[in-house]
């Protein structure tokens, strides 16, 4: 069985909408969602393929962009996406740095 993306919260949708000077939150929001998605497919792949740990560094990215800007903001940030990025900040190793 494969997971659908969940709904947007439809309180911070019209938080991000109605936000004058907030406007670059959309373009987060949806790149959060894109890499999420991208995640779902990977997760059809064996456990230890490069692609899945790929996806994964990008939405781990991607979300805590997205939970920055709401942070920055004001806007509360949903459980989903708390939660989201609290398993992701566990299961995707850090990167190595060289030098």
Request: aromatic share 2%; no cysteine.
């Amino acid at each position: 069985m494969s997971e659908s993306p969940a709904a947007p919260d439809p309180a911070v949708l019209h938080l991000v909408a109605s936000g004058a000077g907030r406007g670059h939150l959309v373009p987060l929001r949806d790149a959060a969602s894109t890499a999420r998605e991208a995640v779902l497919v990977a997760r059809a792949l064996p456990n230890t393929s490069p692609a899945l740990l790929a996806a994964r560094r990008a939405y781990l990215g991607a979300l805590v962009d997205y939970v920055q800007a709401l942070t920055d903001h004001g806007l509360p940030v949903p459980a989903r996406l708390r939660d989201d990025l609290r398993l992701l900040r566990r299961v995707v190793p850090a990167e190595r740095t060289t030098g």
